[in-house]
């Protein structure tokens, strides 16, 4: 609003007015703080403060107009693009970094698939001691969210990448075991000597019997993974074929986003890296039991509460109906029925009778006597419920309305 007035003024200045000198850009930025202060807009004796930074964004170092050709420094540089060192390493990106990754997936948080790799590490820990006869020290560095075609296109060559299927998820995953941890691998299993450096031989493919070695590693470690995958929902990781090209392996569609989970083997100053990649898709049938909180080592499971649960079961008291004999009549015969009139029963003495809990049959029984009481003596095993919780749910009747 103060420039605005400013404006309105200079436009009813007279006509004659324009062929004077101009001021001084001092001059003009002085009468400028000056206005904004007599309006209001400033507060009270920054007016020269306000004009000394009008006379330096007007003004260069050399006293030329640098509102054109003003350069920019080294710091203002990297902070318009985002690629300084600091922001970098703090993990804050910022102007044009900040836009070239807005690109990246922002995973859904899945708790109880950070729980499932922790319990996988630690699996193993006792797996690879034995399969590399030598203490291996495996770390979990990070699980991230990507897309498939950016890590793809990521992968360092050399490599192999093993494409394995899960069964019950009826889907498929990858494992890619970085060259370091490929060359440490062999070196230890063919008997290299410890502690010495293995050199990288580049320029020749791997042979069968390095592929199948490294085979061997992969399917250990998906062993492990069925194992803590097992108490929260059981799947089997078979391999299904080893690639040494990423162009071959791939899975999925490049856009389709995926779950990384990297793993760092360490085996005496030998070692490196093996990333396991699970598409959304695969784990979309066990997406709910992800969500899940942690509740405990069982993965949910509450034993006090199942300790109490059987406690009740077990002093809980239900009704047991002795049936002698059941038969159908027609309603106009139960409608004639008068006082004195007798059924009579397809039965001996000696029929077994059946024994029920309201609907559900239990098992059959003979009719007796125990002392002054009529008793019934189990004379078959009790039958167990063919009804499962699935079954259960899925009776109309027992669907919530």
Request: charged share 25%; with cysteine.
């Amino acid at each position: 609003m103060a420039l605005d007035n400013a404006d309105q003024q200079a436009a009813d200045t007279p006509a004659a007015d324009a062929d004077a000198p101009q001021a001084p850009q001092e001059n003009l930025a002085q009468d400028w703080g000056a206005a904004l202060q007599e309006q209001g807009a400033v507060p009270e004796g920054s007016g020269g403060e306000m004009a000394a930074q009008w006379a330096s964004m007007v003004d260069g170092p050399d006293g030329l107009e640098a509102g054109s050709d003003r350069l920019l420094t080294q710091n203002e540089i990297d902070g318009l693009l985002g690629f300084s060192t600091a922001d970098t390493s703090l993990g804050s990106n910022s102007g044009i970094r900040a836009i070239a990754d807005s690109s990246r997936v922002s995973h859904e948080r899945l708790p109880m698939l950070e729980i499932v790799f922790d319990r996988m590490v630690r699996l193993l820990a006792s797996s690879l001691r034995n399969f590399f006869s030598d203490n291996v020290e495996v770390t979990m560095q990070e699980v991230t969210s990507v897309r498939f075609g950016d890590y793809v296109n990521s992968i360092p060559m050399p490599t192999l990448l093993g494409v394995f299927r899960a069964e019950e998820w009826e889907n498929l995953g990858l494992v890619t075991v970085d060259p370091d941890l490929i060359y440490a691998a062999l070196d230890i299993l063919l008997g290299g000597k410890r502690g010495v450096s293995v050199k990288k031989l580049d320029g020749r493919p791997f042979t069968t019997i390095e592929i199948h070695l490294v085979k061997r590693l992969i399917e250990t470690v998906l062993g492990d993974a069925e194992a803590a995958f097992r108490p929260l929902a059981p799947v089997t990781f078979l391999v299904d074929r080893i690639e040494t090209n990423p162009r071959f392996a791939m899975i999925s569609r490049p856009a389709n986003a995926a779950i990384l989970v990297e793993l760092r083997f360490d085996m005496e100053e030998r070692g490196g890296k093996m990333q396991i990649l699970l598409p959304y898709a695969t784990i979309e049938p066990i997406r709910d039991l992800l969500l899940q909180s942690f509740m405990g080592e069982k993965l949910g499971r509450d034993p006090t509460w199942e300790g109490h649960l059987a406690t009740e079961i077990w002093q809980s008291r239900i009704g047991v109906e002795a049936v002698l004999h059941e038969t159908k009549l027609p309603l106009g015969r139960i409608a004639r029925l008068e006082v004195g009139d007798t059924l009579t029963f397809e039965k001996r003495a000696d029929s077994l009778v059946t024994l029920r809990c309201g609907d559900v049959v239990l098992t059959e029984g003979r009719v007796g006597r125990f002392d002054d009481r009529v008793a019934v003596q189990v004379t078959r095993p009790l039958r167990r419920s063919r009804t499962t919780l699935a079954a259960f749910e899925a009776e109309p009747k027992n669907h919530k309305s």
